[in-house]
C-alpha cells in the first residue's frame, strides 16, 4: 500500500491510509450456535472499483507479508471503533489461496457483529 504522502486525495480518508476490498464473496455460518462469517474478502486478478474514485486490480502474493508479519482485524464499516475478528486472538483466519484472500471469522455478542451478522445473513451487505 503506498505511503499516505503518496496517495491521491481521493484515497485518503481521515487520518490513515484505507482502501476498501470489495467482497467477492460473504457468508454466514451457523454452527450449533456459534455464528461465523467466510467467503473472499479480494479475488486476484479481479477489476474492482472503489466507489467512484479509482480501480484496482489485486496480483495474487499481494497480502503474504502482510498476513506474516502484521496482525490483522476485522471491522464493521471500517470502523475502528467496532472491531468483528482479529488474527492474533484467534477469532479471524486469513489465507491466500489461487483465488484470492480468504476469510473466516468468529462473531461475538456485540451489537455492531448482531448488525452484521443479520445484514450479510439479509443480503443487504
Not at 467477492?24 to 477489476?47: T, W
Not at 471500517?78 to 489465507?95: E, F, I, M, Q, W
Amino acid at each position: 500500500m503506498p505511503k499516505k504522502s503518496e496517495m491521491k486525495p481521493e484515497e485518503r480518508w481521515g487520518d490513515f491510509n484505507q482502501r476498501c476490498l470489495g467482497a467477492a464473496e460473504i457468508r454466514v455460518v451457523d454452527e450449533n450456535g456459534a455464528r461465523h462469517l467466510e467467503g473472499y474478502a479480494a479475488v486476484f486478478n479481479q477489476e474492482t472499483t472503489i466507489g467512484t474514485y479509482f480501480r484496482e486490480l489485486i496480483e495474487p502474493g499481494a497480502f503474504r507479508k502482510t498476513l506474516q508479519e502484521s496482525d490483522q482485524v476485522a471491522l464493521w464499516g471500517h470502523d475502528r471503533n467496532k472491531p468483528l475478528a482479529r488474527k492474533s486472538v484467534g477469532t479471524l483466519d486469513l489465507r491466500e489461496d489461487e483465488r484470492g484472500l480468504w476469510f473466516r471469522m468468529g462473531l461475538g455478542s456485540t451489537s455492531w457483529a448482531n448488525d452484521a451478522y443479520e445484514s450479510i445473513l439479509r443480503k443487504d451487505v
